[in-house]
């Protein structure tokens, strides 16, 4: 579970976000991230109805997010605000395309350290 500390909450942190932050998108995924003043990252979904009808369905990919963002917070830089959302698409995927097509859009930004 992705600790409480390293995720985004209130409206208004989700509302600075979106009108201050860049914007990235794959196939699978869109991600909008913004530089903050603290020393960790948090994140933030937004999976609506409109994308899977049933509120199971949306909270096993949430789960599945959470799970994947725990383990990428450990090579992320600190110090960013990310809002994730995924695709129609994204709905079929199994746990590793999941990964691997988050990761690589978190890389494309920037937002990993080099070392990975």
Known sequence: ML?????????KDFRNVFKNGKTSENQFFRVKFLKNQKNFSRFGFIISA????????RNVLKRRLRMICKLLLKDLKSGFD???WPK???????????TDS?????????IINDKT
């Open 3 to 11: 600790p409480k500390t390293n995720r985004l909450k209130s409206d």
């Open 50 to 57: 409109k994308l899977l009808k049933k509120a199971t369905a």
């Open 82 to 84: 990310i809002v994730i």
């Open 88 to 98: 129609t698409n994204s709905t079929s995927l199994n746990y590793k395309s999941l």
């Open 102 to 110: 988050l990761r690589e859009l978190i890389i494309l930004n920037k």
